[in-house]
Nanobody, 124 residues
């Protein structure tokens, strides 16, 4: 069974950095799309970033462009989200997600597998 496990969240002050990791197991991930989503208290889950597992295409939400970087390490079945210049509005539970469906990467409903999430809290 496919499993996604996030790690790297924590409490950080505004302007700081964190690197989130997603460990994928239980599947053959060639041609898969990996994404990061987040859900803040009182808000719906929103798209953050996505990357093709075996390609170079990346997509970012406008709110994180220039600050966040998504990357992958196929040999280790790992996906990362480097978050710099963090803002209080980045506070959320961050989820790693995966899909084999060739669909708009920003739509959470098209992702088949999800991790349990890792909490990121940014203080002022």
């Amino acid at each position: 069974q496919v499993q996604l496990v996030e790690s790297g969240g924590g409490l950080v002050q505004a302007g700081g950095s964190l690197r989130l990791s997603c460990a994928a197991s239980g599947g053959t991930f060639s041609r898969w799309i990996m994404g990061w989503f987040r859900q803040a208290p009182g808000k719906e889950r929103e798209f953050v970033a996505a990357i093709t597992w075996s390609g170079s295409r990346t997509d970012y939400a406008d709110s994180v462009k220039g600050r966040f970087t998504i990357s992958r390490d196929n040999a280790k079945n790992m996906v990362y989200l480097q978050m710099n210049s963090l803002k209080p509005e980045d506070t959320a539970l961050y989820y790693c997600a995966a899909t084999k469906v060739d669909a708009p990467v920003q739509l959470a409903s098209f992702y088949n597998y999800w991790g349990q999430g890792t909490q990121v809290t940014v203080s002022s």
